[in-house]
């Protein structure tokens, strides 16, 4: 390459373009290859790769068209500081439209979805409170507020967060049309020249127009500097000289100016970082935008909604997205925050919009076919926070979030306030459902139980705002009491569980004197059966009745002493110990890696893989190790596949008297349902053992003549066409799958739709378990035009799919698709 030649061409076009922005011909103008080889006498190829040369460094703008035009970017970014050009202007672009001076002046009213409020913003009462806070004192305090620096990291939204003060300061000021001007920074760290002249203005030379100083353009308005780190330091002494003294020196006058704009900056760097530092510590607010991962989960749920909701709102169509694929967006880790969030929604959007086109169908799904390998190529170990997504997104009742076309969304409103609503009603069974008469109860053992359930899990705000109902004088009495009893020394370390009982005897001494205690009132239920609890409770209350003056009534010493009693049994709990036992290499220490990863507590689990090298009598004997170490004094449930395991509890009680009870033909949904129900204080290993919870069927008007039809069906034709799969289990998780198909399709049972799935589907589990499935023809037609059936068909049989440890192919799903096709 010529460098001189490029010299002359890149002169050439600073003068050409300093010539077009004097005559205000910019418009579809500016320097072609020909016209400029002509006047230079060069070969018209070399002006032609040159002038592409200096456009591809950043030294010009393109404007396409035939011929293309160049323009120099330092001469118009020098006329026009304000502005912004882009390194392409389109054919049919007006070229004016960048020159204007209102062009930088952006009005966040034109964007229509800047929100009205800080307030309203996503985080504004969670991580962002305190940003947004500040934020509103520094807008809000006189003459025109005080100048901020926004830091965090690339991506989270810093400038939005900007735009949000710029239109409550609007509001605030009651002036919609308050001038705001961006600064990008970036434009000047090569020439501070520049910066000086946008700081200050710039005098009217020769072939060259005066420009107004920034702040004097946005008098009583707002200067957003996006990105100061690219300043040179000299420009940033500069500015917050301005910022110190509160005024500037407009080159077009010779006394300083008073400053009467608002000033807020951006940043990517920490406010400590040294590539800010002669300016970080002029702005007096710092407001830390922190990154998506550090905002918690919930809030990241929210961004997700936003984004969905505005892509349904920007493709004009109604999107569906199924809460497993929320979750697993929430789970996914976006290192470039909310930019790479929003990219790899809009993947998912596009894939399932060119399954489902828009102008063919009224909406769009998203599922897992639409999400792109590097959402699918995540591990187990994001399962844990996969799992607490799933349970706040329950809020929200159906299995798809709707996104509608219009911008609106119900679930995400549904969502957003769910918080507010949980708060509440969390409050309201305590400061009302409390304010109860116990002689109105049919079930107090119930009443207390349920209560004491919920205070264990209540988080700290809510503990605080129950507290502060209780009357002073019962919680010192309560605790003072309890101090001269050892015997409740465990339940004064979890004082908690009491709150319910308090707030009630706090509201009963409000009508205590209404009450009368008659002669004929009924024994106390609970002196002979709990003496410890009842001496306590009545000795509370009579120490309450000669204060506050009012006779006791015997059923509210019952009820606080069947409070202390299930309190006491909360604090003195000790957790069932479960012993996982399966054949195969790793079946059970996977179940228990997973348990581990999901599922938080103090259960106490542990495993044993029975692999073909080991003898039964070395398992009996780990089984018994493993037994003694995890018993804690409430026994161990064994929960094994298949004999001969299933004789190993009784094996460990006669040898080690350590009380024993077994389940078989343990899965994956019983052994979660088995180590929650370990943790509760109400069961027992009796009760846990005996009761089996497993999801069932709807209810149905007629269900025992269904059950009945399906039990005939199951003895004299699945029986007779299957050769190994246990048909009782096959025929009742197949039962449940079917049911809920139903339900999703709204179609009502009929003994012919049942035969025929229970029939398909048993022998289906077991060619997919012999790997003997079915071919499909034109799989890929078919299931692009029953996308939406062959989803919920394929989602319902996830359920047998893990009860049997098996995958589903897609060809199987279609054949069970065409059953319902008939009744759609």
């Known amino acids: 390459m010529n460098s001189q030649r490029l010299d002359k061409i890149k002169k050439y076009l600073k003068v050409k373009t300093a010539e077009l922005i004097e005559t205000d011909q910019l418009n579809q103008n500016g320097v072609d290859a020909l016209n400029c080889s002509l006047d230079l006498q060069l070969d ?24 293309v ?23 049919d672009e007006n070229f004016n439209n960048y020159l204007s001076q209102k062009a930088a002046v952006q009005s ?31 807008v809000s305090y006189p003459p025109y507020g005080i100048p901020c620096l926004i830091h965090g990291p690339n991506g989270v939204g810093k400038t939005s967060f900007s735009y949000h003060m710029v239109n409550y300061a609007r509001k605030k000021r009651n002036d919609p049309k308050m001038p705001v001007m961006t600064v ?149 880790k976006f290192p470039r925050n909310l930019n790479q969030m929003r990219n790899e929604i809009q993947i998912c959007c596009s894939k399932a919009y060119l399954e489902n086109p828009g102008n063919k169908f009224r909406k769009v799904y998203v599922t897992y076919q639409a999400l792109s390998i590097d959402l699918l190529s995540q591990s187990e170990a994001n399962s844990k926070v996969n799992s607490i997504a799933i349970s706040l997104l329950s809020c929200i009742e159906s299995d798809y979030a709707q996104f509608n076309a219009d911008g609106t969304s119900q679930s995400a409103a549904i969502f957003k306030n769910a918080p507010n609503k949980f708060n509440e009603h969390r409050l309201n069974q305590f400061v009302n459902e409390l304010n109860i008469d116990v002689g ?59 709150y319910g009982i308090l707030l009630h005897i706090s509201n009963y001494l409000k009508r205590a004197h209404e009450e009368t205690s008659s002669a004929g009132q009924p024994q106390s239920i609970t002196s002979q059966f709990y003496p410890n609890e009842y001496l306590l409770a009545k000795d509370i209350y009579q120490s309450l009745a000669q204060v506050y003056n009012f006779e006791v009534v015997e059923r509210e010493i019952d009820f606080l002493c069947s409070y202390l009693v299930i309190a006491t049994q909360w604090a003195d709990h000790v957790n069932i110990a479960i012993l996982l036992i399966c054949h195969g290499d790793s079946v059970a220490s996977q179940y228990v890696d997973y348990i581990k990863r999901t599922i938080e507590g103090n259960y106490i689990l542990d495993c ?145 739709l049942a035969v025929k799935y229970l029939c398909h589907c048993t022998n289906m589990l077991e060619r997919v378990i012999r790997n003997e499935t079915w071919g499909f023809q034109k799989i890929n037609t078919f299931s692009n035009e029953n996308y939406n059936l062959m989803h919920i068909v394929e989602h319902r049989l996830e359920y047998a799919a893990d009860t049997f440890g098996v995958k589903i192919p897609s060809n199987e799903i279609a054949y069970v698709v065409q059953i319902f096709l008939l009744e759609k």
Not at 44 to 67: E, H, M, Y
Not at 122 to 135: D, F, M, Q, R
Not at 442 to 454: F, Q
Not at 717 to 732: E, G, L, N, R
Request: charged residues 20%; contains cysteine.
């Open 44 to 67: 018209r190829a070399n002006v032609s790769r040159d002038l592409n040369t200096l456009w591809k460094n950043g030294d010009a703008i393109k404007i396409q068209g035939k011929p």
């Open 69 to 91: 035009y160049y323009l120099d970017y330092a001469m118009l970014t020098q006329h026009y500081p304000d502005c912004f050009f882009p390194s392409v202007v389109g054919k």
């Open 108 to 138: 966040a009213n034109d964007d229509e979805e800047i929100l009205d409020s800080l307030d309203e913003i996503i985080g504004a009462t969670g991580s962002l409170s305190e940003a947004v806070l500040n934020a509103k004192s520094a």
């Open 184 to 332: 990008y920074c970036q434009n000047y760290q090569d020439d501070p020249s520049l910066f000086m002249q946008a700081l200050n203005g710039s005098e009217k030379k020769a072939g060259l127009k005066g420009n107004d100083s920034i702040f004097k353009l946005c008098e009583n308005g707002v200067v957003i500097l996006e990105q100061i780190q690219f300043l040179p330091f000299s420009c940033q002494n500069a500015l917050a000289s301005i910022i110190n003294a509160a005024s500037f020196h407009n080159i077009l006058q010779s006394a300083a100016t008073p400053l009467t704009t608002m000033i807020i900056a951006t940043t990517d760097c920490d406010e400590q970082d040294e590539r800010i530092s002669p300016l970080s510590t002029s702005f007096p607010i710092h407001l830390q935008i922190k990154d998506i991962e550090s905002r918690g989960i919930y809030e990241k749920i929210e961004l997700i909604l936003d984004l969905f909701r505005l892509e349904a709102k920007h493709i004009h169509t109604d999107i569906a997205v199924h809460k497993d694929i929320i979750a697993l967006l929430a789970a996914k």
């Open 440 to 498: 109105e109860l049919d079930n107090m053992e119930n009443y207390v139980r349920e209560n004491i359930s919920v205070l264990k899990d209540c988080p700290p705000p809510q503990l605080d705002a129950i507290k502060k109902s209780i009357n002073p004088y019962v919680y010192q009495l309560t605790l003072a009491k309890l101090s001269q009893r050892p015997f409740f020394s465990k339940l004064k370390k979890n004082v908690q569980l009491l």
């Open 608 to 752: 044993i893989d029975y692999n073909e090298t080991m003898q039964l009598n070395d398992c009996l004997e780990l089984a018994s190790i493993k037994a003694n170490q995890i018993n804690q004094g409430a026994g161990v449930l064994i929960l094994t596949d298949i004999e001969p395991l299933t004789s190993i509890g009784s094996y460990i009680q006669k040898n080690l008297h350590i009380p024993c009870r077994t389940i078989s033909n343990v899965s994956l949904n019983m052994l979660i349902h088995f180590v929650e129900a370990s943790m509760s204080a109400y069961n027992n290993l009796d009760t846990v053992s005996n009761e089996i919870k497993m999801p069932e069927p709807s209810s149905n008007p007629t269900g025992k003549h269904i059950n009945n039809f399906i039990d005939q069906i199951k003895d004299k034709v699945i029986s007779k066409t299957v050769a190994f799969i246990d048909v009782d289990k096959a025929v009742s998780v197949l039962d449940i799958c079917f049911r809920k198909t139903l339900q999703d399709l709204h179609i009502p049972y009929t003994d012919v």
